[in-house]
């Protein structure tokens, strides 16, 4: 085979996978951002897909209420208070690596929730799938931020908080069908297939990145009194309407947190290498950005869980039945978050926050409204504006907080922001029920109890609009406009004009190396050797000419400013090779004379 049928051979090959995969250079982001986004809705769906099986759990392994909580809270305790440890661990040891590592648990857990014979594994399995999702999490925000450069981060995050927000709304349609028509085990052997194409796809599609910091290591006193203090806060909020908010129990698990959580402040400030820059929370818009993700969980769990609750108990709607109601605010989520992602490109993530936020407590406004008696289109307002609400606040809340952040810190960055919308979360359930608790002085079979849960169901809606509303105004005035930190800035010229520096350097060896191959193919006898031979005779021909013609069909290079040359004309490689085969024919007669 002549070198020439090679090069034509290879280019045909690398014609077909592009023309197959359709990857190159310019879509190589998004592509990553894809087979993240795919494990991301595997996680987010299992927040509020088991909650609508709980009944069919408990008379399947026979168990009461108490401990079927825990099923709900296994998961939600682990993936609250490793988070920031999940995001400190992906910076330090590879974003790719911590992110397979959690996605194999999550799915490994799923199985084992699926295949569990009593209350015991299910629960023990469950705080695993949460152990998983907490090294994922702050993985995929991680690998967004190191992947794509600020000017295009908004769009991408809004794309996260898309799929983000769809699966939260869509897990109690998906898990109603699942149980009514298959049973409980499938809501977990759902992720089974799932997980095993989202690892191969993030082997494939997903770079590995990790902090360029020298000397870092692990802060071991910062991750247990991190840890310690995360769990016992939200293990006070899980319990605190069981025990009661002023029982001596939960009083000394607060006291726990404040003690755990002073001391990780305290190793933080003085250790050598903290793994939480503390200086961040000195950051307005930082602090605002959090405060804002706190408050919209708060928020959107609230609509979940209570307005589930409302649609079930008091309407006497079927699982299936309330998940179709949830499909509206579903399509608004999807369709409004990348747009919100987009206008924060161009204007800055406040006002975005600010209204997301407004719009929320709107919608929880009009579904403080409902009485005893609605149908779909008393509920449908409230949907609309929510999902819009949700969809506007979500994305930019996450650029404004890893805006402030280098790509070298944006794994713990994003794992305060995914901790402070998990302990919101479960803030919204604890401080609701106990609104809507104190209401209620019947059960459930007297028929009081429809009234009185309606009236502390408005009192904790209402309670939670002048939360956010409140929030809505110090987000506005803590949270600026969209600033690059000064590491980041320039950064994609530079390391474009570094690629095609080095790419024109490795273009001038290749020319080199085939100009030697081509003069040991024609060099008259008992000529005089290139010196060059010696240097490409180790390597295999085909594999000399397979890196030459990678170079000559080079159409997705970049320039130095960044533009793709999609549009080089074919005739510059052709007068790239006419140079290579006068300057070998040179070689040749001067081998001659010689």
Known sequence: MTVRAAADGAAEGRAYRRLVLRIDDGNQKWWTLGAVAFSLFMIMLDNTI???????????????????????????????????????LADLYGRRLVFEIGLALFTLSSLACGLAPNIGTLIAARSFQGAGGAMMMPATLSIISATFPPEERGTAIGIWAGVSGSALAIGPL?????????????????????????????????????STESGERPDIAGLLTSGGGLLALTYALIEANEYGWSSAKIIGLFVAAVV?????????????????????????????????????????????????????????????HTGVVFLPMTVLVVVSAPLAGHVTDLIGPRWPIAVGMVLLAVALVVFSRLGARAGFTDLLPGMLIGGFGMGVAMGPMT??????????????????????????GTLGIAVMGAIVAAAE???????????????????????????????????????????????????????????????????????????????????????????RVDRVLPARREDVQQRWDDEEDGDERRDPAGRIAHDRPEREGEDAEQHEVDGAADHRAGDARR
């Open 174 to 210: 998906l898990g109603g069908l699942l149980t009514e028509h298959v049973g409980w085990s499938w809501i977990f052997f759902v992720n089974v297939p799932v997980g095993a194409v989202a690892f191969a796809a993030s082997f494939v599609l997903v770079p590995e990145s990790k």
């Open 399 to 424: 650029v404004a907080a890893l805006s402030t952040v280098s790509v070298d810190d944006a794994g713990v960055a994003s794992g305060v922001v995914t901790t402070a919308r998990q302990v919101g």
């Open 441 to 531: 002085s019947v059960s459930q079979l007297d028929p009081r109890f429809p009234l009185q849960f309606v009236q502390g169901f408005h009192d904790a809606l209402r309670t939670g609009a002048v939360i956010l509303i409140v929030g809505a105004a110090f987000s506005a005035l803590l949270v600026r406009g969209l600033r690059v930190p000064p590491d980041e800035q320039h950064r994609g010229d530079r390391d474009r004009e570094r690629d095609v520096c080095e790419e024109d350097g490795e273009a001038a060896r290749r020319r080199e190396a085939v100009g030697a191959v081509r003069q040991l193919e024609d060099r008259p006898s008992g000529a005089v050797r290139d010196p």
């Open 50 to 88: 088991v909650n609508v099986a709980l009944p069919s759990i408990g008379r399947g392994l026979k168990v009461g209420v108490s401990q079927l909580e825990w099923v709900v809270n296994g998961y939600t305790l682990t993936f609250a208070v490793l988070m920031l440890t999940g995001g400190r």
């Open 260 to 320: 755990l959580l002073g001391s990780f402040v305290v190793v933080e400030r003085h250790g050598r290498t903290p793994m939480l820059d503390l200086a961040l929370f000195g950051k307005r818009t930082f602090a605002g950005a959090n405060i804002a993700a706190l408050l919209v969980s708060l928020a959107m769990f609230g609509i979940f869980f209570f307005v589930s609750l409302y649609m079930q108990n008091i309407l006497g709607w079927t699982p299936v």
